[in-house]
């Protein structure tokens, strides 16, 4: 290793939506910040393969950071887009019983939605559910009004422009190669176009789907603190001609996901997913023979769907520290007490709804930096 190291104060590892919000918050508070991404760009992994749908925070668990972030981030992220002018609407959705044996759960939907301090939201059936959304097909819903849509790139634009404004700097096609644990300070070795080592005196780690990578390549972290790693793929399907609907439709939530949905961008091209299916490898590929599943799941609450109006379009993978059968897990934030190290964080398990949850979950790790 060289004699002399070039110092810099902060390294964020990543550039999707996370990383970004978080290098943001940093800079912001007057630290000088480097953001390394591999990629040739920003958000080119799971920032750029969702649903691109602001949640209003119905899902989460009482008390964990998913319902916090989510319902602070969404607040937050409304009247940031609304500043900056990145495209959004606030479309609002319906969650969609279509049997009496999926109400129960619905009811339970709503309680959460409600202990979670989620506005603007109510039950509706029968004729003000036909009022709503007349072609489709349910006996009962829950109506979010508060859930939206967003253009994803657009915002990661305005987040690296704040950065950078603030002094950061964001270098892509950068991978972080490895490093070593000093007693306050960490010693990283950098790839790309011109390879270095330098040393900081904070590293945040918010990879996403290659977090785990970036620990495992530190020497002198203790893999104990390390949670293990599960991938689940969901593919999208989209959609030729029009889709009737005027909110986001979803079917009561199945074990490990949110059901296959409908959402539609800001240009109006709807598409449905995603569904679940767990992996050993990063690997987007989208099965065409997946389709069979999607019409079946999407005619339950719209009958009407057309044959043939399916086709393959692409697919996320959400990075999971809980695997099949266990209840979806919570972020994992990991400050310096649990990192074990003054100069770490890490970030483990930021799926949805990540995106949602990028203001808070910035402003939350820059907190942890001290």
């Given at each position: 290793m060289q004699d002399r190291l070039d110092k810099i104060e902060t390294v964020v590892v990543g550039a999707g939506v996370v990383g970004l919000a978080i290098a943001r918050s940093l800079a912001l508070q007057g630290r000088e910040v480097l953001v390394l991404e591999s990629e040739a760009g920003i958000g080119q992994g799971t920032s750029s393969?969702?649903?691109?749908?602001?949640?209003?925070?119905?899902?989460?668990?009482?008390?964990?950071?998913?319902?916090?972030?989510?319902?602070?981030?969404?607040?937050?992220?409304?009247?940031?887009?609304?500043?900056?002018?990145?495209?959004?609407?606030?479309?609002?959705?319906?969650v969609v019983a279509t049997s009496e044996e999926e109400v129960e759960s619905l009811e339970a939907l709503f309680a959460r939605a409600r202990a979670n301090d989620v506005e603007d939201i109510a039950l509706v059936e029968g004729t003000d559910l036909a009022e709503l959304e007349p072609n489709l097909h349910g006996i009962r819903a829950l109506h979010s009004g508060s859930t939206g849509i967003v253009d994803g790139h657009a915002l990661m634009l305005?987040?690296?422009?704040?950065?950078?404004?603030?002094?950061?700097?964001?270098?892509?096609?950068?991978?972080?190669?490895?490093?070593?644990?000093?007693?306050?300070?960490?010693?990283?070795?950098?790839?790309?176009?011109d390879p270095t080592e330098i040393e900081t005196k904070l590293l945040v780690n918010a990879a996403g789907l290659g977090a785990w990578d970036v620990s495992r390549r530190l020497d002198g972290l203790d893999p104990k603190t390390v949670p293990p790693r599960y991938l689940a793929r969901g593919c999208y399907f989209s959609m030729s001609g029009h889709a009737p609907f005027r909110h986001l439709i979803y079917p009561v939530p199945p074990a490990g996901g949110l059901g296959i949905h409908l959402t539609f961008d800001l240009g109006g091209q709807a598409r449905f997913g995603p569904d679940v299916e767990w992996i050993d490898s990063i690997d987007y590929t989208v099965d065409p023979a997946r389709g069979?599943?999607?019409?079946?799941?999407?005619?339950?609450?719209?009958?009407?769907?057309?044959?043939?109006?399916?086709?393959?379009?692409?697919?996320?993978?959400?990075?999971?520290?809980?695997?099949?059968?266990?209840?979806?897990?919570?972020?994992?934030?990991?400050?310096?007490?649990?990192?074990?190290?003054?100069?770490?964080?890490?970030?483990?398990?930021?799926?949805?709804?990540?995106?949602?949850?990028s203001l808070a979950i910035g402003s939350y790790t820059a907190g942890l930096a001290g």
């Open positions: 393969r969702n649903s691109e749908v602001l949640h209003a925070g119905l899902y989460y668990l009482q008390g964990s950071l998913k319902s916090r972030f989510c319902v602070e981030g969404r607040r937050a992220l409304y009247a940031y887009c609304a500043e900056r002018g990145v495209p959004h609407r606030r479309c609002g959705k319906l305005a987040y690296q422009g704040d950065a950078e404004n603030a002094g950061a700097l964001v270098q892509c096609r950068t991978p972080l190669l490895g490093g070593s644990l000093d007693d306050n300070s960490i010693r990283l070795r950098i790839g790309g176009d069979d599943a999607f019409y079946a799941a999407i005619r339950r609450y719209w009958p009407e769907l057309p044959d043939g109006a399916l086709a393959p379009d692409y697919a996320g993978i959400r990075p999971r520290t809980t695997g099949p059968g266990e209840a979806t897990g919570d972020f994992v934030i990991q400050g310096p007490a649990e990192t074990g190290h003054p100069s770490y964080i890490a970030l483990y398990g930021i799926d949805s709804p990540g995106l949602t949850s």
